[in-house]
């Protein structure tokens, strides 16, 4: 049997294809599943890697508000009166209303320590544990400007001192020289017993 040149070229077209086919079976196939697999394992991996820097950034975020809140809750504690007693409380916050109606020319007539109580946290409704607010009720005279500077004074000083009510009664003169006022202030106060 002779082989024709056309025979020839399909015998070796159709081997090539065949070695082609082999080649990319045996060779080919199994680097390109390895491929697809490393690209799946290194999609895993870089979304692990992305969910590890957002809880990475999230503690970061989160040690961030803490180091804010014990900076807030410090410096909120150096304004609270600290004292053993009530009384010792009462002292605290009498001297430093003392001192400023000196100097805004306050006369002081008399000062009534009010009944101590409990904080109530206005969201909570329930009692905040550790301190307790001491009230002062003060009678007061003195002109409209030291006046208004003593209570200005009052409600910016360094500790916690607040303002719970203002009762005042002028004299009909020209220049209201001489106001009586009633005021009652509140502290917040540690006492230890």
Do not use: W
């Not at 014990?70 to 609270?80: A, F, G, S, V, Y």
């Not at 306050?106 to 009944?115: C, D, E, R, T």
């Not at 020289?177 to 202030?185: E, P, T, Y």
């Amino acid at each position: 049997m002779k082989i024709t040149k056309g025979t020839k070229r399909v015998i070796i077209y159709g081997g090539v294809l065949t070695g082609i086919v082999a080649c990319y079976t045996l060779l080919f196939e199994p680097i390109m599943k390895y491929e697809s697999k490393m690209m799946k394992d290194i999609s895993l991996k870089t979304e692990l890697l992305n969910r590890y820097k957002t809880t990475l950034e999230g503690r970061t975020d989160i040690e961030a508000r803490s180091r804010r809140a014990k900076t807030i809750i410090e410096r909120t504690k150096n304004r609270i009166f600290f004292a053993k007693t009530h009384a010792l409380a009462a002292a605290q916050l009498q001297s430093i209303i003392q001192n400023s109606a000196g100097r805004y020319n306050v006369m002081i007539k008399s000062i009534n320590i009010k009944k101590t109580e409990k904080p109530v946290q206005s969201n909570l409704k329930t009692r905040v544990g550790g301190y307790n607010t001491i009230s002062l009720q003060l009678v007061t005279y003195s002109n409209i400007k030291g006046l208004i500077d003593f209570l200005y004074d009052l409600e910016t000083a360094a500790k916690f001192i607040n303002i719970n009510s203002v009762t005042i009664k002028g004299e009909i003169v020209k220049e209201a020289s001489r106001l009586d006022a009633i005021l009652i202030v509140e502290g917040l106060a540690e006492v230890e017993s």
